[in-house]
């Protein structure tokens, strides 16, 4: 079951980027996620969301705003002040059950990614 995500791109130290991932409706989760992993780096969690809750890595928080919009079955990261340590292939992902984290293991769906490079 494919994830869509959009919005990555190629911006300078600075600037800013709003991903979107949308999820067919049958498996748009109680938690969703993103995740990025950068060339040679092991897939890392960078924020999640639940109804009433939200997790952010400590390298998100203050830059990075997750949102969702559960009537458009969509889920939204706003990033701020990128830096080239951004630079990776982020991914959306559903977890259905809710347990909500920011390990990949709760995760069972998956977009294919959107690259984000910053220069």
């Known amino acids: 079951v494919q994830l869509v995500e959009s919005g990555g791109g190629s911006v300078q130290a600075g600037g800013s980027l709003r991903l979107t991932c949308v999820a067919p409706a049958r498996v748009y989760g109680k938690c969703m996620g993103w995740f990025r992993q950068a060339p040679g780096k092991q897939r890392e969690g960078v924020a999640a969301?639940?109804?009433?809750?939200?997790l952010y890595a400590d390298s998100a928080k203050d830059r990075f705003t997750i949102s969702q919009d559960p009537t458009k079955d969509a889920v939204y990261l706003q990033m701020d002040s990128l830096t080239p340590e951004d630079t990776a292939l982020y991914y959306c992902?559903?977890?259905?059950?809710?347990?909500?984290?920011?390990?990949?293991?709760?995760?069972?769906?998956w977009g294919q990614g959107t690259q984000v490079t910053v220069s």
């Open positions: 992902a559903a977890d259905v059950r809710g347990l909500c984290s920011l390990s990949s293991v709760p995760y069972k769906n």
């Open positions: 969301i639940s109804t009433g809750r939200t």
